[in-house]
């Protein structure tokens, strides 16, 4: 089965566990899931399923989406996710819920980081500033000099790629690897994972199981 859902993010609290121990977790809403597409390498290219995720009224969506959805017997739904798998074992209309974590020990969250922004060298890249003692006019937060960049490797006079300076920040797609999952309640959907996650409350997220684990979680992961 599938272990992948798209899901929004409700927020943080704490859970406490049988010993006492107070946990940090982000409470994520996953599921209910509908397989909208299951493609094959015959077909696309590739194998991948894409899910679709709450259902909104159709004069808030498009005639595609509509008839696309209605193919997997679904209402239209307002956001469609795909994730590449090599075998799902699913097959187009199923429903996946949170239930398919049940046997998960770790899970990586995608999501979309909070924007910030137009921000300076400092708050985006942890500079430091120039100093801040007498005789330094209006210059405390500036980033310093970028004229032993201005030739880039003899391509001519322009900044050298990958310069860190000022300029857009956040609103990127982050990926949080192997979060432990603390606890799972399949009547209402939630799913507990240890830790923060990208994104504002109330955001869209994706949860899958943990592609690549260290030697440490992946011993509990066996050990199950």
Known sequence: MLNALIGRK????????????????????????????????????????QLGFEEVKARRSTMPVIGHDHR?????????????????????????????????????????????????????????GLEASHGVKRKHRHPGSIGGHSSNLGTGPKIKKGKRMAGHMGHERVTVRSLEVISID?????????????????????????????KTKARIAKAG
């Open 10 to 49: 409700i927020g943080m609290t704490r859970f406490f566990t049988e010993s006492g121990e107070n946990v940090p977790v982000t409470v994520i809403q996953a599921g209910p899931c509908v397989v909208t597409q299951v493609k094959t390498e015959d077909t696309d290219g590739y194998s991948a399923v």
């Open 72 to 128: 997997a017997n679904s209402a239209p739904l307002g956001v469609h996710r795909e994730f590449r798998v090599d075998d799902a074992d699913v097959e187009l209309g199923d429903r996946l819920d949170v239930s398919v974590f049940e046997d998960t020990k770790f899970v990586d969250v995608v999501g979309t980081s909070k924007g910030k922004g137009f921000q300076g060298g400092m708050k985006r890249h942890n500079f430091r």
């Open 186 to 214: 399949p009547e209402k959907n939630l799913i507990l994972v240890k830790g923060p996650v990208p994104g504002p409350a109330d955001g869209i997220v994706m949860v899958r199981g943990a592609v690549r684990l260290y």
